[in-house]
């Protein structure tokens, strides 16, 4: 019998919270474009009895992303998809964010939708950062949908799109749109896809703001959230798990805030200061 691949692009925190919880018994494909990341990670997981394997891949390149389909497959039928892959606004300027954020995971959403196995599921790891735009009209959300991936970029109001915070929560806004009409695509082969929207979760990166210069802007921040702590890796990990069991097969299409919520504080409660400045 063919050996279950779970393919995981963005070998991060998130990524390895959400691998260890449904790589048990398959192939996990680590790809990420720090092969060094990837390598690190690979070898935690196999000292855990994980069977995995590790690809570069950079996730705003299709080239890339057509040779790890390639690669996944030639390893068994793709079950799992997970993108955890991204890079934020405070580390890479507008054009980055947008070609890994926003072209990227569209093209693995495209990509994969046309090979994952009957049954299969995926997870994209959006941000509740794209819960911080108002709505969008209509035609724009069509727009972010279903423009085929290579025309995305050309798109007149992302093109004018001239600061890394906004390039950012429109690539989250996007992501949850394209999960959406994907859903549609990747039921044809009876698999879900839902994305997931995390707020402050606490990654190497994040402790260290929490303990940095910025400290006491985050900290008025965890304090204005109704759970007011930040969130795990681990909490991710458990609700993309649910996501992608059996016990999940009627969510598709899907976007889940998982934020102790700070988007509802954000709109509507102690956090709306924040708009002043987002
Ligand atoms: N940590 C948070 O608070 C938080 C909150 C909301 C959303 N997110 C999202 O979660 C995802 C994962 O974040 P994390 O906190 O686990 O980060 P992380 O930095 O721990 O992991 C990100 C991984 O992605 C890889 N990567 C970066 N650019 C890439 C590219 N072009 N191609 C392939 N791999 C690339 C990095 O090498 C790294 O291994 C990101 O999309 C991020 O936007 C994180």
Redesign the pocket.
């Given at each position: 019998m063919a050996k279950k691949v779970v393919v995981l692009?963005?070998?991060?925190?998130?990524?390895i919270a959400i691998a260890r919880r449904v790589g048990v018994g398959k192939h996990v494909v680590l790809?990420?474009?720090?092969l060094v990341?990837?390598e690190a990670q690979a070898k935690v997981l196999e000292d855990a009895g994980f069977e995995c394997s590790t690809i570069k891949?950079?996730?705003?390149s299709k080239e890339d992303i057509l040779a790890l389909v390639d690669y996944a497959t030639s390893k068994g039928e793709v079950k799992y998809l997970v993108?955890?892959?991204?890079?934020?606004p405070s580390q890479a300027p507008v054009e980055e964010i947008l070609r890994?954020?926003l072209y990227?995971t569209s093209v693995l959403l495209e990509e994969f939708g046309k090979v994952i196995t009957e049954g299969g599921s995926g997870i994209i790891?959006?941000?509740?950062?794209g819960h911080r735009l108002p709505a969008l009209p209509q035609e724009q959300n069509d727009a972010l949908a279903m423009t085929p991936c290579d025309e995305l970029l050309q798109l007149p109001f992302i093109k004018d799109i001239d600061d890394t915070l906004k390039a950012?929560q429109y690539s989250?806004r996007c992501n949850v749109l394209r999960v959406m009409y994907e859903a549609t695509r990747w039921g044809r082969r009876s698999a879900t896809v839902n994305s997931i929207?995390?707020?402050?979760?606490?990654?190497?990166?994040?402790n260290d703001e929490l303990h940095g210069p910025r400290k006491d802007g985050y900290l008025r921040m965890i304090e204005g959230m109704p759970a007011r702590r930040?969130?795990t890796?681990d909490e991710v990990g458990d609700l993309a798990e649910f996501l992608m069991s059996s016990r999940g097969r009627f969510i598709s299409g899907a976007d889940l805030l998982i934020d102790g919520g700070c988007t509802a504080s954000y709109w509507y409660g102690d956090l709306q200061y924040l708009k002043a400045t987002h």
């Open positions: 692009v963005g070998a991060g925190s998130i990524g790809a990420d474009y720090s990341n990837a891949c950079d996730l705003g993108n955890a892959a991204g890079v934020s890994v954020d990227g790891i959006s941000s509740q950062s950012y989250k929207s995390p707020g402050i979760i606490i990654t190497p990166l994040a930040a969130g890796p």
